[in-house]
């Protein structure tokens, strides 16, 4: 009984969701799925999906996730521009693994993102997930950053986030949101696999055309 009650409560505040979520959560999904892709169509429809969630995430004391979509906004045009780059060969950009010193950088960008951002919430925010927000948001910074680059890790930080991203939000009654970030996460594992197995298939195509 208690579990139909739960259940039952869930549906009613998904079937309550503004509509403005439901059209952001929407573009959200085709973004992500776009990236599984390597299209860039995921910048695009991305940037539907952020510049509605600044909004959403505004009303709802979420000021880091808030943040990091403003932030969204910026690398999505970024992004945009080096997918579309194309190489000596007339080829765009290819899947590539990160290298040292982009895991230092990385590492630099979450610990840096991570500082900044909780202070902020500690001090000036009546935000009552500063950690939680902070990190979630760490980690799509490192995340996006990396995307914009093609590197197959960007994967794992949207996966990492997308899961710790899913108690958040419910906890603020924005459980379609919730619901969002956990096809997020499921959508992340199959596009680090589908990246491998891009990259792989082409690093062997090379090696083999250089073979012969």
Known sequence: MQEYE???????????S???????????????????????????FGLINVGLYVYIYLIS???????????????SFYGWYFWSKKDSTKKNVPI???????YLIAAALFTLSFA??????????????????SLTTSLFVVGMW?????????????????????PMVISKGLYFSGL????????????????????????NKKNSDNGA
């Open 96 to 102: 590539s693994y990160s290298t040292k010193k982009g």
């Open 61 to 75: 004391g979420l000021y880091a996730a808030m943040s990091i979509n403003s932030y969204f906004v910026i690398m």
């Open 146 to 166: 990396m995307q914009t680059r093609k590197k197959i890790e960007n994967w794992l930080f949207w996966i990492i986030g997308d899961a710790l991203s899913i």
């Open 18 to 44: 503004s509509y403005i979520e439901i059209i952001a959560v929407f573009f959200g999904l085709l973004s992500v799925w776009f990236a599984r892709k390597e299209n860039i169509l995921v910048f695009p």
């Open 116 to 133: 900044i951002i909780y202070y902020v919430l500690k001090n000036y925010t009546d935000s009552t997930v500063p950690i939680l927000d």
């Open 180 to 203: 969002q970030y956990l096809v997020f996460m499921m959508i992340g594992i199959s596009g680090f696999i589908e990246w491998r197995k891009k990259y792989y298939y082409a690093k």
């Open 6 to 16: 739960i259940l039952n409560q869930i549906y009613h505040n998904i079937e309550n």
